[in-house]
Every structure is written in C-alpha cells, then in structure tokens.
C-alpha cells in the first residue's frame, strides 16, 4: 500500500491490522532478511511529503516529520538548528544508507545503537502518535522503555524537540574506523534557562540512559555566569573528570564489570572507560 497523504495512512493502518509502516527500511528489510519480522503487510510511506521535512512551532519547538532522512539532517540549515542531532545523523552510516534511513525509523526500531535515541532523549523530546479519531504525545523516552508504547492502528508521525538554543554534543565510539554502529554513545546538551545540563548514553543498554544524578552533580558545578574567554574555563578540569566518572559508574554499574568468563570483565571495564572519556569531552566541548 502506497498512501498519498497521513490521512490515507492511518486509514490504511486501521483497516489492515499487523501492517507494518515503512519509510527507509533499512532496519526493517533487515529484519525480514533475518527472519525476525513477518509483516502481513507494509504501508509506504515515501509519497507523503509534509513527513520528510521540518518546520518551528510557536513555543520555541522544531516540528521533525517522522520522514526526515539522516542526510537531510546533516545539511546547514538544520544543523544549525539541532546541532547534536545532526552530528549524530552525520554518523549513523554510509551515504547509502543515511539518504533513505528516517528519524521515524530510528525510533520506532529502538535499536540500542541507535545514534538519533540518546540526542532525542537529552534534548527530552516528544513523538506524535496519529490513529484514526485523533493523535497523542509520549516523550521519547517512554516510547523507548515501553512506560507507553506505540499502541496498535498508530502512526508515529511527527517529533517534537524544545530550542535549547545553547551548546549541545553528540559523540560515539566504534569498534572501527568509518560509519559503523556506536559501541556506546554520548549526547550532552546544556539547558541555561534552568541551570542544568543534560546527558544520555546510548548503545550500552537496550534503551539510552539518563545519569540523572551526574547531571544535577555537575550543573552545580559550572559557573553559569561566565561570559566570553573565562566561558571555556567556567568548570574545574577535575571536575570534568569526575563527572566522566560518575555517567560511566551509573551507566555501567558495579554488576557489569565483575569478574567472568571469555574476558567478560575485561571488556566492561573498557566499556566504563570508553563511556567516561566521551562524556568528560562532550562536557569539554559544550562549555568552549
């Protein structure tokens, strides 16, 4: 089924129950190809335009349809906009692949290596879901953790992300050189309008994680009222460290890096380094 318009898409999916809606299908076909997905159905979602493009809403909020292609992202206008988000669609894999891979598609996968998921997450934005009858809002993060999940008959259809218009920072690391999957992932936004800082951690656990308490540590150690030169000096270095330290303690914890087989141990602890190394330079780079 090829529906011209959202209207005709939601229809679709009401009437065809288990249909599966798709845009790039690059996790999708996947997915099939390996045999874990058996769709009754697919509904493409390739002629409805008003889903692959952007646009501000009164509040100081980007509208992202749900269509939106990493590649689209990664041009000036909008990485001007959602830096963060941007560099981490810059990442999320060869040309090929971020021309047809969505927004959309990456949150209604939720693959833990999804890079757009902990920039969504730390920027606290929302997801439209649109049925037949009417629409409603879920934050990204209860999407992901199943607190509220796509229900059946629903589209997700637009994501809603709040204009920080401040430093934000996505980094990852792979296990190799090029486009590849994250082996873990770090988003670092600063909020200072409410003297906060935010961080999610992406592709050590099924979903991106949030070290809530990291984050109430470190705003208080910022200096929020510095200006200019003293700006990129506004944090103490070791606090920078230890803050590094404290997402990777909450984001691998204790029960992970002991002691197991096949070197189990040891690959945690890399884990826990790698994770603190890139939340210390996310905060680096955000406070310069």
């Known amino acids: 089924m090829l529906p011209a318009s959202l209207d005709e898409a939601v229809e679709a999916l009401a009437a065809t129950p288990g249909a599966v809606p798709v845009a790039g299908a690059t996790d999708l076909m996947e997915a ?3 045999g ?26 980007a509208v992202l349809g749900a269509g939106l292609t990493h590649a689209r992202m990664d041009r000036p206008d909008f990485s001007a ?31 833990p290596a999804g890079d757009t998921l902990p920039v969504l997450a730390a920027l606290e934005a929302t997801v ?19 607190l509220d999940p796509v229900r059946p008959g629903e589209l997700l259809t637009w994501v809603r992300v ?34 906060a ?5 992406g592709a050590v656990a099924p979903v991106p994680l949030r070290p809530l308490e990291a984050e109430s540590w470190v705003a208080g150690c910022i200096d929020w009222d ?36 096949g070197g189990a141990h040891a690959a945690a602890m890399r884990l826990r380094r790698t994770v603190s190394v890139l939340a210390r330079r996310a905060l680096g780079r955000a406070l310069k």
Not at 166 to 179: E, H, I, M, N, Y
Not at 197 to 201: F, L, S, Y
């Open 226 to 261: 510095a200006r200019g030169d003293q700006a990129a000096s506004a944090i103490d270095p070791a606090a920078a460290a230890a803050f590094g330290e404290y997402v990777a303690a909450a984001c691998v914890p204790d029960g992970m890096t002991e002691s197991g087989p």
């Open 128 to 146: 439209t879901l649109a049925r037949a009858g009417g629409t409603r809002e879920v934050p990204v993060s209860h999407l992901l953790t199943g």
């Open 81 to 111: 906009l959602i830096p963060a988000l941007a560099d981490a669609a810059r990442t999320a894999g060869p040309p090929q692949i971020r021309n047809v891979g969505t927004l959309g598609g990456n949150i209604a996968t939720a693959a």
């Open 197 to 201: 800082v935010r961080c999610a951690v």
């Open 162 to 195: 709040p204009l920080l218009h401040a430093p934000q920072v996505f980094l990852k690391a792979t296990g190799r050189s090029g486009p590849s999957r994250a082996t873990a992932s770090v988003a670092l936004v600063l909020d200072p309008a409410r003297r």
């Open 32 to 34: 099939v190809n390996a």
């Open 36 to 61: 874990r997905l058996r769709p009754a159905a697919l509904i493409g979602l390739g002629r409805i335009t008003e889903l692959r493009g952007w646009r501000y809403e009164d509040g100081g909020t």
